[in-house]
């Protein structure tokens, strides 16, 4: 790794109730480059990620152990208010969630909630982040228009201005393309590789081709354990694990 | 028999019980409505909207229910005001505050539950009896508070119900905007859940304005239209019950005029309301 980790997750135990989810989860996640956590469903990946930026605190009976450190301040432990922690770090949902209010106001409401309010200055930014969500074109005369008048491609690159809004470090996408057609699907996954220069991405995937496409650092993960990590060539073209090597070649159940 | 057979016999089956039951209540409560309708609208008359009962009204004599229909509105949206506002709160609390305590809220619903089928003198008692303690008299804000008592647990569990329907990727989408719960409530909640909190308003109202068991002993009954909220109030349910007990038909016609009023206004009510929220509620996501 030739920069330092941004993330670096130690001995991150985490159960629901008494379902033992991640077992022992050690991972760096370096910056300003694509991180792929791949595995076959149900395996955690999801829950990994959200424990990244806490969302995990709103399941009933979570208990977790271990450390998260962001820029080397440990996000499970902290002291910090955690709507400030939130903030350094976009989600992009499995499927898009749109706010129930108009197209500017989506990503505008990002802007508002980190205080600023002044008009002409909303106005330039919501259009920067779409403009950077490759939206700004098809939306510039509707933004008074309704969120759900998008079409879903349309309405993830929406979800993904209003994460850059708040202007996060962090990019967390939970299978940002698993709703959406294959040609909005390249387009968020080249986004994502124009993205990296500024931003560092966590992606979870199961789909392989899409982790061969864009990343840089993989995380293979099967039944809450991490199994695998490194550079995405070593881990595409030397897995040192048998199950790994199964699920690279397709005949993985 | 064959196995298709009993599965088109069952469908038959149901059709027909889901065919009845559905006339059978929809011609009910049409008869209502009727009847009302038929024996009401003969005896009503503007003199019974624009005055207010005057000497000898309860016998047969000249007079109208204005005081009732000023009291009750202003009974219903008074409680009704006061129950969102306390209510909206308690249900955003219950379903973003308490998300991870899920227990606890199952138990709280079912409380609120419970609390929606005691009848609503039990309210009605219960409010005299702490208006004794303190010594207040029937009045008007007496009634308020009662009726707003007993249309809470209605209010916060048809709001509830609609705040459940917000999926749960919405709350993390915004919470991971870094988002406070608070602005997650009032700006995101809110407008997703509009329609059905209207649907609670309304609810509630209804059920305000329609009950006389509670305001009984809490505001009384008077023949004046209250002036201030320490004043004896008159409701269109007791208008109804007083005027129906007379022997006299004459009366007893304009208690059937009394509950079109009340009819009336409740349409009034709800149509105006769901208008304004189609016009509202445009930016609602669907999932």
Redesign the interface.
């Known amino acids: 790794m030739d920069r330092p980790a941004k993330i670096v997750i130690k001995d991150l135990n985490l159960y629901f109730g008494k379902n033992h989810v991640l077992k022992n989860v050690n991972v760096q996640i370096p910056e300003h480059k694509i991180t792929v956590i791949l595995g076959p469903s149900g395996c955690g990946k999801t829950t990994l990620l959200?424990s990244l930026?806490r969302?995990i605190?709103?399941?009933?009976n979570?208990k977790v152990s271990g450390s998260i450190l962001i820029d080397e301040e440990d996000v499970l432990h902290t002291r910090k208010d955690i709507?400030?922690i939130?903030?350094k770090?976009?989600?992009l949902?499995?499927?898009p969630?749109?706010?129930?209010?108009?197209i500017f106001n989506n990503v505008a409401?990002?802007l508002r909630?980190?205080g600023r309010r002044n008009q002409l200055m909303l106005k330039r930014r919501v259009q920067h982040y779409l403009e950077q969500a490759n939206l700004w074109n098809e939306v510039k005369d509707r933004l008074k228009d309704?969120?759900?008048s998008l079409s879903i491609g349309q309405q993830q690159r929406l979800?993904l201005a209003?994460?850059l809004?708040?202007d996060p470090e962090i990019i967390?996408a939970d299978e940002p393309t698993s709703a959406l057609d294959p040609l909005s699907s390249m387009a968020i996954e080249q986004k994502f590789v124009e993205l990296k220069k500024n931003y560092t991405i966590v992606l979870v995937t199961h789909i392989l081709q899409q982790a061969q496409r864009i990343a840089d650092h993989v995380i293979f993960m099967y039944m809450g354990e991490v199994l695998e990590q490194g550079s995405a060539d070593e881990v595409f073209n030397h897995p040192k694990h048998e199950i790994t090597r199964n699920f690279i070649k397709g005949n993985f159940n | 028999m064959t196995d298709k057979r009993i599965r088109y016999i069952e469908e038959g089956f149901f059709r027909v019980l889901m065919f009845f039951s559905t006339t059978g209540i929809v011609l009910t409560l049409l008869l209502i409505l009727f009847s009302i309708l038929m024996k009401g609208l003969p005896s009503l008359s503007w003199e019974m909207l624009s005055q207010t009962p005057k000497g000898g009204f309860y016998y047969g004599k000249e007079g109208g229910i204005l005081n009732a229909i000023i009291g009750s509105l202003y009974l219903s949206l008074g409680s009704t005001i006061l129950a969102f506002v306390i209510g909206l709160p308690v249900a955003l609390f219950m379903n973003i505050h308490l998300?991870?305590?899920?227990?606890l809220v199952n138990a709280v619903r079912f409380f609120l539950d419970l609390l929606w089928g005691v009848p609503s003198i039990v309210y009605g008692a219960f409010g005299f009896s702490v208006m004794i303690y303190f010594g207040i008299k029937a009045s008007l804000i007496a009634g308020i508070v009662t009726v707003t008592v007993f249309i809470l647990p209605i209010m916060i569990r048809a709001i509830d119900e609609a705040l459940k329907t917000v999926?749960?990727?919405?709350?993390?989408?915004?919470?991971?905007?870094?988002?406070?719960r608070s602005?997650t409530s009032y700006?995101?909640y809110f407008?997703?859940s509009f329609s059905g909190i209207v649907t609670a308003l309304l609810l509630s109202f209804g059920r305000a304005i329609g009950d006389a068991a509670s305001v009984l002993f809490t505001t009384g009954y008077t023949d004046h239209i209250p002036t201030s909220l320490n004043q004896p109030t008159a409701t269109l349910p007791l208008s109804i019950f007083f005027q129906l007990s007379s022997p006299i038909q004459e009366v007893q016609n304009r208690a059937y005029a009394s509950a079109v009023v009340l009819t009336i206004i409740i349409l009034i009510i709800s149509l105006s309301v769901r208008y304004f929220e189609k016009r509202f509620h445009?930016?609602?996501?669907?999932f």
């Open positions: 959200k930026n969302l605190d709103l399941n009933p979570v709507t400030q939130r903030r770090m976009g989600l949902a499995q499927r969630y749109p706010l129930p209010m108009n409401f990002g909630i980190s309704s969120a759900t979800c209003r994460g809004s708040v967390l | 998300i991870r305590y899920k227990r999926p749960r990727g919405l709350l993390e989408s915004t919470l991971s905007l870094g988002a406070t602005e700006r995101v407008r997703q445009k930016h609602k996501i669907k």
